[in-house]
């Protein structure tokens, strides 16, 4: 059974239609990819998800459970983080307190607090500064870091890599396979390399629809399907 | 430049400006025990608008919502607190401070209950279903704003209403020949007191760390799986009696009082948070000192420029800073 399914979702903001009929099924555990050029919708999908906004028609179902009407604070409790394009960390807040506020209890794990500095030696280091003094790489740390500062089933993350330097890129790919371990990523990249390296599975949004669907591994090795859908061999 | 600049934001920065305008105030003033007396009033004027203004930021800063029915609490908390006043006005009169204290907290008491049920009136009833839309807002605030003070006048009458004063709130100390009136120093203290409690909750406490979130990017923080539309009716309602309270205090203030009041101190109290830079606590305090410094200098130095003087302090502020002096959102 799948985590997350979305079926023929449809999605307007304001009068224009952004997605016009997307589905696709997320496996439990790995990477699934959501690959797709610039405005095919790959944003509003996650946003869709998290009920950022509202789908109709369509319908989203996680763990077997209808969330398409939900409000985002209650999708977020049943387990699913969402890492945003921009980041949404608080600026004024530290770091420790943005990390905080992602935990139920208020206060830290300290195995995870650990697994997290680990992971990302910066955070432990600035952990009293205020998150908006921080560099790109180490303001998308913190944002990924929020999403697993407790355990989650999901996490939806947009654009990890856009702007960041090639070496917090491969950081952050490590990351992502040891956080890919013990829960499941549904990430929306531009960057094909990034998703190929850590992506089981895969689909490709073209205009608010689904294009292509099915193994990353079969993607990766077909030049005319990566060419036809995303343009890649040119 | 820059070192200047970097020096000066060590010391302080902006926090700084009231201690500025106060220097140079001195220096324009002459007369030191004029200007003891100008500066605790100002001080005091600027913590009463503290209170009215800190809620409309906070509520703005947290639901992008443009409250001009703000007012209406700053009004009713003036009345509602004279009025009971009024009807405790022998124990305003004994000649016994703990009779006196009795009777002024229960005017505030009656004046923040007030603010806290009709907060939550407000925000469920006329705010709730003009979320995310700005025009509607104002239409329908502006409309509630209206209503009030026509409840007002209804009921209280378009005279002045008397505001009696605790015994012990009366008159001055005098210092060497600088004299300080007690209900001033009394305003200062008790505003001073309220920032540091709504500091403390806000940088201390969970709640408060909701809020700070909030501020900044509402829909982050229900991703992470709080409601903010709950969280908000609180702020709300939290922000309705510190205006109610505000306006309680600027009744003992004025000792006489009108409907139109909390309208005519609307103006003052949108500069006080347009200054401050919107949904920042701090902000706000350090907007409404330096609006009641200028008011009371200015009125002293130029009293026909009084009423221009924090249009023009907001002018300058704004094209110096933008978003104000100390933004909730960097």
């Not at chain 1, 050029?37 to 028609?57: D, F, H, Y």
């Not at chain 1, 990924?144 to 989650?152: G, L, N």
């Not at chain 2, 016994?96 to 907060?119: E, R, T």
Request: net charge neutral; charged share 15%.
């Amino acid at each position: 059974m799948s985590l997350l399914s979305l079926r023929h979702m449809k999605t307007d903001i304001g009068q224009y239609a952004v997605l016009h009929d997307v589905s696709f099924e997320v496996p439990e555990g790995g990477v699934f990819v959501l690959l797709g050029r610039n405005g095919a919708g790959k944003t509003t999908t996650l946003r869709s998800i998290m009920g950022l906004w509202s789908p109709s028609p369509g319908s989203v179902h996680f763990d077997g459970r209808d969330i398409t009407a939900m409000h985002t604070a209650d999708i977020a409790r049943l387990g699913i983080a969402y890492v945003p394009e921009n980041m949404g960390i608080f600026g004024t807040l530290t770091v420790d307190e943005n990390l905080i506020l992602a935990t139920g209890s208020g206060t830290f794990d300290k195995a995870r607090l650990a697994r997290i500095h680990a992971l990302f030696p910066a955070l432990e280091r600035f952990r009293d500064k205020q998150a908006w003094s921080l560099s790109g790489g180490q303001k998308q740390m913190l944002s990924v870091a929020r999403a697993i500062i407790e355990p989650r089933a999901l996490i939806l993350i947009d654009e990890p890599t856009k702007g960041l330097a090639p070496s917090i890129v491969d950081a952050m790919a490590e990351a992502f396979r040891e956080i890919a371990q013990t829960t499941t990523i549904l990430l929306v990249e531009q960057n094909f390399n990034f998703a190929r390296s850590l992506g089981r599975d895969m689909a490709v949004i073209d205009d608010g629809r689904v294009v292509h669907a099915g193994s990353m591994e079969a993607f990766a090795a077909d030049t005319a399907l990566q060419d036809k859908h995303l343009g890649l061999s040119a | 430049m820059s070192t200047l600049s970097t020096t000066l934001g060590r010391m302080g920065g902006v926090n700084l400006l009231p201690f500025a305008v106060a220097a140079v105030a001195f220096l324009l003033i002459g007369a030191p025990s004029s200007w003891v007396t100008l500066t605790v009033a100002g001080l005091a004027m600027g913590m009463m608008l503290f209170l009215m203004a800190s809620g409309l930021s906070l509520v703005f800063g947290l639901m992008d919502v443009l409250n001009f029915g703000h007012s209406a609490f700053v009004s009713f908390g003036a009345f509602i607190s004279a009025t009971v006043l009024a009807g405790l006005g022998g124990w305003l009169a004994a000649d016994s401070w703990v009779l006196n204290s009795l009777a002024l907290a229960a005017s505030y008491l009656a004046a923040i209950c007030f603010g806290l049920v009709a907060g939550w009136f407000f925000e469920t009833v006329i705010i709730r279903p003009v979320y995310r839309d700005h025009l509607r807002q104002i239409l329908i605030t502006i409309g509630a704003m209206i209503v009030a003070e026509q409840t007002i006048l209804a009921f209280w009458g378009g005279t002045p209403y008397s505001v009696g004063r605790p015994h012990f709130l009366e008159g001055s100390w005098i210092i060497g020949d600088v004299s300080i009136e007690i209900y001033r120093a009394f305003a200062f203290a008790l505003g001073a007191a309220v920032f540091v409690m709504l500091y403390l909750v806000l940088n201390r406490t969970r709640i408060g760390l909701l809020i700070r979130a909030g501020v900044e990017n509402r829909e982050m923080v229900e991703a992470l799986g709080f409601r903010v539309d709950r969280l908000f009716i609180g702020v709300f309602m939290l922000g309705s009696a510190l205006a109610a309270l505000g306006g309680a205090m600027w009744a003992g203030y004025e000792t006489l009082i009108t409907p139109a009041l909390g309208a005519e101190l609307m103006i003052v109290v949108f500069i006080v948070v347009i200054i401050g830079g919107l949904g920042s606590i701090e902000g706000t305090l350090l907007g409404a000192i330096l609006v009641g410094l200028m008011a009371n200098y200015v009125g002293f130095l130029a009293p026909k420029l009084a009423l221009a003087s924090n249009m023009i302090l907001m002018v300058a502020i704004l094209l110096w800073r933008p978003n104000g002096l100390r933004p909730a959102v960097k």
